[in-house]
């Protein structure tokens, strides 16, 4: 696979039809930033590009007006929110909390109050307290009680009409967008689910736990329709004798041909954040990891974000143990090829097996070797970072950060 | 029932300073007529009640935030909610649902303070309640001052899989050390190496016995017997194949598939049998990085199987006679670092207690409001040590008799948390 011909599946018909073709992440610089007097846990650009979005180690959401800067609170979790999404006609900001409900709010409120709060709702660790604030709230236009155990996840399908939810009961559900009805409950994960995606066709719906477990579901009748192994992405740590894994995100490219899935592999001790960050590409037509996307320094972290790019590249977000952090740029090489001298079933002696034919034993090497691929360019962020989402028009790119700042870049 | 302690004057303060003049080790052992001995026949007395422990360790630091100190909406409080207990007015981390229900078997400190972050130190002073020195651990006092003279199995069993070991019999006889069970199998090393008949076997034992007896000349006694007493203790645990066989599908159902689950059902089975002590080591809790989702899913295991046996153990009307302990060698910082996680933090955690000799349903003491300190009643390891020892029976203001020295059970700069006591 290359990035920039006719047969490119990282969306290049998009990038024709939306102009960003020529996009540059290597010119990308920060234009904006903002700051929360918490840490921040992702974000998400609003899709006319005025809002950035984001969820913060406190109840709150956050709307940050990019123009003006002003800041407006989401009050109406319980608990922290680690993922957004919104309708398909932009209007409503939806969020998964680890409350169990998913939260409907208006990005643009017909109400919004100004309340008196007190300072240490705002304040740093580091900051003297002041007085008081002024906060401009904003309440929910509707809670919904999705899960038994944290909602982990949302997800609205492309046509607006369905939505999609994981939880800690280790359900993922099926709702119409309509009116928030429960259409399916999918049954089948062991461990945690932490993200699901409706693919872009409208016909299935894919889901990953904590143990690397993929499931593609059928969305009209909620049954299993296939597996796809991502155990590399998770690790038993034998000295704590725990799992961790799993998707910190997921995502599809445009076409639906790619799923990326961002997390970490080759756990060495998880309780100390030891463990490489990797996003997993998967061939949707194959269910097979093609590409292992690896930081350039493959520093310990997590990779806490996934997106694809119209322009042909996939872009990362990672949050360093050292609490630094980056945003990687790759492209996908082709799968490599075979020699099929080489590979025409040849036994540990070097014998031919007359048995196996080429096809097969290729098919075999991509299965078995999915390609590493460095990024082509790395913006380097002074913290660590733990949510990624580009405007509509790719043109830049938010992402939320350890410290509480919310930072924007141009490309 | 919340238990608080008379605000004003806290003598613990003044213990501390004494506490460090006195320092660590045997010296304590110049103590002598602080207390009384602990003489024959009140030990025959408490060995006579069958009194029994069960303790849980949650290794690497439990989360008082995630456990049993919520502080929800709070600047440290993260992500989770405090939800309702058995216990009107007495709330718990939402990620123990199952415990929750059994709250009313169990009363919560939540005011102790280590002054270490530690993990060697933190373990040792919850086990030993001293600060440091060689002392035994409550394991293995319990051993020595509660196991019944006619049982065969060792006093104190430790079913874990790895973490930090050492003498936990301190100055104690060998006998009343910890034996150590991998998960749920028997004792390594006793059974006989490939290729070694029976009879072979035998006469190598009489040949153990015959040095045993020569070495024995001009030692102690009571050593070499205690060594003997160890070997013999073990081999008789694991003579009970039944212990380690495979477990019951039922129960197994009832109580997880998980390691922790098995071996939980193993303590079970230990404390009917009689062993004195049992403790079960649940890893997985010391969480820099992710403390969220590790607690999500560490406490998710430990919380519906602890349910289980606490409720077992009531049911079988054990529960006034087994003292049941959760605890950690410290709890988390407040602060939530870069890596949503939460570093070690021994100025403000919590254990639960509860069973045999401890007033159930209560709250002794409580932490400020972002739980960044204790607010009142601290306590600490010392003090715990005590209540464990008083809950059973045993007067922990008294002293050991070790070959004629006076050594202070208890440490004798603190004392039982005497509104826990029932």
Redesign the interface.
Request: net charge negative; hydrophobic share 45%.
């Given at each position: 696979m290359s990035c920039n011909d006719d047969s490119n599946p990282v969306d290049s018909k998009v990038a024709s039809d939306t102009g960003v073709a020529e996009v540059d992440p290597t010119k990308a610089k920060e234009i904006q930033k903002f700051t929360h007097g918490?840490?921040l846990t992702t974000c998400r650009v609003e899709p006319s590009g005025k809002y950035v979005f984001v969820g913060a180690?406190?109840?709150g959401i956050y709307r940050f007006d990019l123009e003006t800067g002003d800041k407006v609170a989401y009050l109406g979790h319980?608990?922290?929110v680690r993922r957004f999404d919104f309708s398909a006609d932009g209007k409503t900001l939806l969020s998964s909390g680890?409350?169990g409900r998913i939260g409907f709010w208006d990005v643009e409120p017909a109400v919004i109050v100004e309340v008196e709060i007190a300072a240490?709702v705002e304040k740093t660790?580091k900051e003297e307290a002041k007085a008081a604030v002024i906060q401009s709230q904003v309440a929910a236009t509707k809670m919904i009680e999705a899960h038994q155990g944290?909602s982990r996840w949302v997800h609205v399908a492309p046509d607006g009409k369905t939505i999609a939810t994981c939880g800690?009961d280790k359900l993922v559900k099926v709702w119409s967008a309509k009116k928030m009805k429960l259409r399916r409950q999918c049954v089948g994960h062991e461990r945690?689910p932490w993200a699901v995606m409706i693919h872009p066709n409208g016909q299935e719906l894919v889901s990953e736990d904590?143990m690397g477990e993929i499931i593609v579901w059928g969305l009209k009748d909620g049954k299993q329709r296939s597996k796809i192994d991502a155990s590399v992405m998770t690790g038993f740590?034998l000295?704590?004798?725990?799992?961790?894994g799993g998707a910190r995100a997921m995502a599809f490219n445009h076409a639906g041909t790619l799923l990326g899935c961002a997390g970490t592999t080759n756990v060495v001790n998880?309780?100390?954040?030891q463990q490489d960050p990797i996003i997993c590409i998967i061939d949707w037509e194959s269910k097979e990891i093609t590409h292992h996307l690896r930081t350039k320094d493959n520093k310990p972290g997590?990779e806490w974000g996934v997106h694809f790019h119209p322009a042909g590249f996939v872009a990362g977000c990672f949050?360093g143990?050292s609490?630094n952090g980056t945003v990687e740029f790759w492209r996908l090489d082709e799968l490599a090829v075979a020699e099929p001298e080489a590979a025409v079933g040849a036994d540990a002696d070097g014998d031919l097996d007359p048995e196996k034919s080429a096809s097969t034993a290729v098919a075999e090497t991509e299965k078995s070797k999915p390609i590493e691929q460095k990024p082509f360019h790395v913006v380097k962020v002074d913290?660590?970072v733990r949510g990624i989402d580009f405007s509509s028009d790719g043109r830049r790119f938010a992402i939320a950060c350890?410290?509480g700042s919310l930072r924007v870049y141009e490309l | 029932m919340t238990m608080r302690r008379n605000k004003g004057c806290n003598p613990i303060d003044h213990d501390l300073s004494r506490r460090g003049f006195m320092g660590g080790g045997l010296m304590a052992g110049a103590m002598a007529g602080f207390g009384t001995l602990l003489s024959p026949a009140m030990a025959a007395k408490m060995k006579g009640q069958q009194k029994q422990i069960l303790q849980v360790y949650l290794q690497g630091g439990v989360s008082q935030f995630e456990s049993w100190d919520p502080k929800p909406g709070t600047t440290f409080g993260g992500p989770f909610r405090a939800i309702p207990t058995s216990v009107p007015g007495t709330q718990i981390c939402e990620l123990m649902p199952h415990t929750a229900k059994k709250m009313h078997l169990l009363s919560i400190v939540r005011s102790i303070n280590l002054r270490t972050n530690d993990h060697n130190k933190g373990m040792l002073f919850m086990e030993k309640g001293r600060p440091a020195g060689t002392y035994p651990y409550v394991g293995s006092v319990a051993s020595k001052y509660l196991s019944q003279p006619d049982n065969p199995l060792p006093g104190f069993v430790h079913i874990t899989t790895r973490g930090l070991s050492g003498e936990t019999a301190g100055f104690l006889e060998a006998q009343h050390a910890q034996l150590r069970l991998e998960g749920v199998q028997p004792p390594q090393h006793l059974g006989l190496p490939a290729g070694v008949s029976e009879d072979l076997a035998l006469r190598s034992e009489n040949l153990r016995l015959q040095l045993n007896q020569q070495f024995k000349t001009g030692r102690s006694r009571s050593l070499i017997d205690s060594y003997d007493a160890s070997f013999d203790q073990a081999r008789q645990l694991i003579k009970r194949t039944h212990l380690f066989g495979d477990q019951d599908e039922k129960e197994l159902d009832r109580y997880g598939r998980h390691w922790f689950g098995r071996r939980c059902l193993l303590a079970r089975t230990l404390l009917e049998e009689g062993v004195t002590c049992v403790k079960v080591t649940h890893h997985g809790y010391d969480t820099h990085a992710e403390n969220f989702n590790f607690h999500v899913e560490q406490l998710d295991e430990f919380d519906k199987t602890f349910a289980t046996l606490l409720g077992d153990i009531e049911e079988r009307g054990m529960l006034d006679n087994v003292l049941v302990i959760v605890y950690s060698e410290f709890g988390r910082t407040p602060a939530i670092n870069h890596k949503f996680g939460r570093d070690h933090w021994g100025a403000s955690l919590s254990v639960a207690m509860g069973g045999c000799g401890i007033q159930a349903g209560g709250v002794v003491g409580s932490t400020n409001a972002d739980g960044t300190a204790v607010k009142d009643r601290e306590v600490d390891g010392g003090h715990l040590f005590h209540t464990y020892l008083q809950a059973v029976g045993i007067d922990s203001q008294q002293n050991h008799d070790i070959d004629g020295r006076s050594i202070p059970i208890g440490d004798p700069v603190t004392e039982p948390i005497k509104e826990l006591l029932s």
């Open positions: 918490r840490p180690e406190d109840y319980d608990s922290w680890w409350d240490a660790e944290f800690n945690h904590i740590d000295k704590f004798q725990a799992d961790m998880a309780f100390a954040g997590i949050a143990q609490n913290k660590a350890a410290d | -």
